[in-house]
């Protein structure tokens, strides 16, 4: 990667196309690891002041150069709300001094359980957050125990009372496929989140392709991850309940009340610039691809000395937009159309013989001008798109 492809990469950002801009920002630190985990994070708190001041410095030098004004922004991790409140000011100020934000733009912040206080709540409102993103990944505590989880789900409940009580939005994040998720849990998850109803709901299947502590567990007590079956029937439960509670499935893994949608994570599925900052952090405008270091590191050498911190940035070529239109599109509800397919199909014939199955299936639908998966469609997609790549 070179200086100058980076340069490249922030010119697209303010492209004619360019209106506005997401902004991702990652603040790797947490108190400890969970099993389940392949983050890019740090549990080596007494970096939190320095990391923190190379992040104020990477966002004032990519503000000077991003152009387009925030209509979202997103403080993930790690775990944002385990930084302190002066760090987490300095942040903010920094953001003020070099990205103008769209009135009424949406700024999340994700929030570990633990972390969560009323006087935290009360900051994060003031510094300008409007919604905030709960780890809570399930309500049983012989789940969360297995997961190494720093809290139990009383807590969890409680940290979703709080945020709501300050008026915040609150979206909740739930893991399923889970060591002992038996059916009671589940039932007792489902049940929390009806009585919670929160405005927002991401459900994940645990991921077991990346090495992390429950699948090295696993390789030696087979039966501790539910099949690929049980954990398909939690997803189409969960779903269900959701849906019949009044909640729209407007993407794989995500749920929402009507307006309630994530916007800065349906910027991704539609392609919308989002810049980025922060350890490993990946941003994309237009043809433009680009990913921060991943080592803690290396991205404090090379911020302080006032280089951007890129580990890579490539650009795009027609054919690979085509194709990434259609697998980010079909991750959404609405789908993508008929157009778009055919452009795929052109390129990738086995694409278009593979989705007509799918159609025959049950699996996908087609209705005005447009294919879109069902949810069962959305459980077996990746031999779908795996065509495309
Ligand atoms: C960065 S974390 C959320 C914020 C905070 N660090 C926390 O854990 O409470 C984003 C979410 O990704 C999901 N996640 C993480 N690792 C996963 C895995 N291996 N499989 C499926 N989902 C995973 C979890 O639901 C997690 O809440
Ligand atoms: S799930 Fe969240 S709290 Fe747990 S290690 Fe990963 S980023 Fe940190």
Same mark, same amino acid.
């Given at each position: 990667?070179?200086?100058?492809?980076?340069?490249?990469?922030?010119? /697209?950002?303010?492209?004619?196309?360019?209106?506005?801009?997401?902004?991702?920002?990652? +603040?790797?630190?947490?108190?400890?690891?969970?099993?389940?985990?392949?983050?890019?994070?740090?549990?080596?708190?007494?970096?939190?002041?320095?990391?923190?001041?190379?992040?104020?410095?990477?966002?004032?030098?990519?503000?000077? $150069?991003?152009?387009?004004?925030?209509?979202?922004?997103?403080?993930?991790? /790690?775990?944002?709300?385990?930084?302190?409140?002066?760090?987490?000011?300095?942040?903010? *100020?920094?953001?003020?001094?070099?990205? %103008?934000?769209?009135?009424?733009?949406?700024?999340?912040?994700?929030?570990?359980?633990?972390?969560?206080?009323?006087?935290?709540?009360?900051?994060?409102?003031?510094?300008?957050?409007?919604?905030?993103?709960? =780890?809570?990944?399930?309500?049983?505590?012989?789940?969360?125990?297995? +997961?190494?989880?720093?809290?139990?789900?009383?807590?969890?409940?409680?940290?979703?009372?709080?945020?709501? $009580?300050?008026?915040?939005?609150?979206?909740?994040?739930?893991?399923?496929?889970? %060591?002992?998720?038996?059916?009671?849990?589940?039932?007792?998850? &489902?049940?929390?989140?009806?009585?919670?109803?929160?405005?927002?709901?991401?459900?994940?299947?645990?991921?077991?392709?990346?090495?992390?502590?429950?699948?090295?567990?696993?390789?030696?007590?087979? /039966?501790? &991850?539910?099949?690929?079956? #049980?954990?398909?029937?939690?997803?189409?439960?969960? =779903?269900? *309940?959701?849906?019949?509670?009044?909640?729209?499935?407007?993407?794989?893994?995500?749920?929402? !009340?009507?307006?309630?949608?994530?916007?800065?994570?349906?910027?991704? @599925?539609?392609?919308?610039?989002?810049?980025? #900052?922060? !350890?490993?952090?990946?941003?994309?405008?237009?043809?433009?691809? @680009?990913?921060?270091?991943?080592?803690?590191?290396?991205?404090?050498?090379?911020?302080?000395?006032?280089?951007?911190?890129?580990?890579?940035?490539?650009?795009?070529?027609?054919?690979?937009?085509?194709?990434?239109?259609?697998?980010?599109?079909?991750?959404?509800?609405?789908?993508?159309?008929?157009?778009?397919?055919?452009?795929?199909? *052109?390129?990738?014939?086995?694409?278009?013989?593979?989705?007509?199955?799918? !159609?025959?299936?049950?699996?996908?639908?087609?209705?005005?001008?447009?294919?879109?998966?069902?949810?069962?469609? @959305?459980?077996?997609?990746?031999?779908?798109?795996?065509? !495309? @790549?």
């Amino acid at each position: 990667m070179t200086l100058g492809a980076s340069r490249s990469l922030e010119a /697209g950002a303010r492209s004619p196309g360019c209106r506005t801009a997401g902004l991702y920002i990652h +603040l790797p630190f947490c108190a400890s690891r969970c099993a389940y985990c392949t983050f890019a994070t740090s549990t080596e708190l007494q970096m939190l002041p320095r990391a923190m001041n190379a992040l104020a410095r990477e966002l004032d030098k990519l503000g000077r $150069r991003a152009g387009c004004p925030l209509a979202t922004l997103y403080l993930g991790g /790690g775990t944002p709300s385990l930084v302190p409140e002066p760090d987490l000011s300095a942040v903010f *100020a920094a953001l003020d001094r070099s990205f %103008p934000r769209q009135q009424g733009a949406e700024v999340t912040l994700e929030a570990n359980p633990d972390d969560v206080t009323d006087e935290k709540a009360a900051v994060w409102a003031r510094l300008g957050v409007t919604r905030v993103s709960v =780890g809570v990944q399930s309500f049983s505590d012989d789940v969360l125990v297995m +997961l190494n989880r720093r809290h139990d789900a009383n807590r969890a409940s409680a940290a979703v009372e709080t945020v709501q $009580r300050r008026g915040l939005e609150v979206s909740i994040d739930l893991m399923l496929g889970l %060591p002992r998720l038996s059916r009671a849990a589940l039932e007792a998850t &489902i049940g929390e989140l009806r009585r919670l109803r929160p405005g927002h709901v991401s459900v994940y299947l645990l991921d077991m392709d990346k090495p992390h502590a429950l699948s090295r567990l696993a390789e030696c007590h087979p /039966g501790l &991850i539910p099949d690929a079956d #049980a954990a398909a029937a939690q997803y189409l439960a969960v =779903g269900r *309940a959701l849906v019949m509670s009044g909640y729209r499935h407007y993407e794989v893994s995500n749920f929402a !009340l009507p307006g309630r949608e994530a916007r800065h994570n349906v910027r991704y @599925w539609l392609r919308r610039p989002v810049l980025a #900052a922060g !350890l490993a952090a990946h941003g994309h405008s237009g043809r433009q691809r @680009w990913a921060n270091l991943n080592r803690l590191p290396d991205y404090l050498e090379a911020t302080e000395a006032g280089h951007p911190p890129r580990a890579w940035s490539r650009t795009l070529s027609a054919d690979e937009v085509a194709k990434e239109r259609v697998m980010l599109g079909l991750r959404l509800a609405r789908g993508v159309s008929d157009c778009e397919i055919a452009a795929c199909t *052109a390129l990738v014939p086995e694409f278009g013989k593979e989705l007509e199955d799918f !159609l025959s299936l049950g699996y996908a639908r087609r209705a005005g001008g447009r294919v879109h998966l069902t949810p069962r469609g @959305w459980l077996v997609s990746n031999e779908l798109l795996a065509r !495309l @790549w």
